[in-house]
């Protein structure tokens, strides 16, 4: 029983700290920029009550910065999440998105929407974004399912898929130099253009992917035993993984469909939270996703503020912040299960 307790509290608060840490991000967030916000005002603001704040101040705060900050955090929770559920189904700390294909799909798609959609290709870009995620783990998973049933296997077929995607976007690159700029600004990440639409836009996929995700939080915690531990538990080892597989892959297509492809966020979060908060997929989980949040919110914040006028991809402020602890982990991380 003390143990229990011990444990509860233990959760309480990491989830806590996890909380703070976004709010932080948040305010931070909507406080720093070229418009110099009252931080009293507008902290009255943001929760409704009475505030100081010029109507020019007030535009800024809620058409500019605050569906940006919004954004960011979906994309970040996104991210972090689909991470931690993938490196939960293969245990393996080094997995993410990118490892399944779902980021070198996102790109050719976005690619194919910029160089042949023409003028429609501005509009045509997430749901092709969209559409080669999705499509890119498919056909890495109906890959590795044919090969073999390990998840070492899968995990080769991810590479694969990624690395023959990628040669087809070097291709249709070098075909259309002149949209080089476009897709690279797209490659690298960005919020500048957000909106409360876009939000809304991927909030039925966010809700719908980071739900199953944390509801399989216990069967991730048994898979990490041992498929045939999970078997006597009543536990179908390839139906927990093909579940998860598809909601991370889902969040993840979500995510890279509004913002562009940011790397580091899915690795580097979830790995960071299992150190300081433990490695049970129930606890990981949840505080991954609010984490990531306020982890990309804080970068986004940095590239449009640390060089301004001018803004920085968001995904060169992740892989500066990421490297190293990507780094770390490599260093730290003396075995790897597959």
Do not use: K
């Amino acid at each position: 029983m003390t143990a229990r307790r011990s444990g509860r509290r233990h959760a309480a608060r990491a989830y806590l700290a996890a909380a703070a840490f976004l709010v932080a991000a948040v305010l931070v967030s909507a406080l720093a920029g070229a418009a110099d916000l009252n931080p009293l005002a507008t902290a009255a603001a943001l929760v409704h009550l009475p505030s100081s704040l010029s109507p020019l101040d007030r535009a800024v705060l809620f058409q500019i910065r605050l569906p940006r900050i919004m954004l960011g955090a979906l994309v970040g929770g996104l991210l972090a999440v689909a991470g931690a559920g993938y490196q939960g189904v293969f245990r393996n700390p080094l997995v993410d998105s990118g490892t399944l294909g779902a980021s070198a799909g996102a790109g050719l798609g976005a690619t194919l929407a910029i160089v042949y959609a023409g003028g429609a290709g501005t509009a045509a870009v997430p749901v092709a974004a969209f559409a080669g995620s999705l499509a890119g783990v498919a056909i890495a998973y109906a890959a590795g399912s044919v090969t073999g049933s390990g998840t070492a296997t899968l995990l080769l077929a991810g590479v694969a898929v990624s690395l023959f995607l990628t040669a087809v976007q070097t291709w249709l690159l070098q075909r259309s130099a002149q949209d080089l700029q476009q897709v690279y600004s797209w490659l690298f990440g960005s919020l500048s253009a957000a909106t409360w639409q876009q939000a809304l836009d991927i909030l039925p996929y966010s809700a719908v992917s980071i739900g199953v995700v944390l509801v399989h939080g216990r069967h991730l915690d048994v898979l990490s035993v041992g498929d045939e531990e999970a078997r006597a538990l009543g536990i179908g080892p390839g139906r927990v993984r093909l579940v998860v597989v598809a909601a991370c892959s889902l969040a993840a297509a979500s995510a890279v469909a509004v913002s562009g492809l940011i790397g580091f966020v899915g690795i580097v979060v979830p790995h960071v939270i299992r150190r300081l908060a433990g490695a049970s997929y129930r606890l990981v989980l949840p505080l991954s996703l609010l984490a990531g949040a306020g982890f990309l919110v804080f970068a986004d914040t940095v590239a449009r503020t640390v060089a301004a006028p001018a803004e920085l991809p968001i995904g060169v402020v992740t892989a500066l912040a990421g490297s190293p602890v990507f780094v770390w982990i490599l260093r730290s991380t003396s075995v790897v299960r597959t």
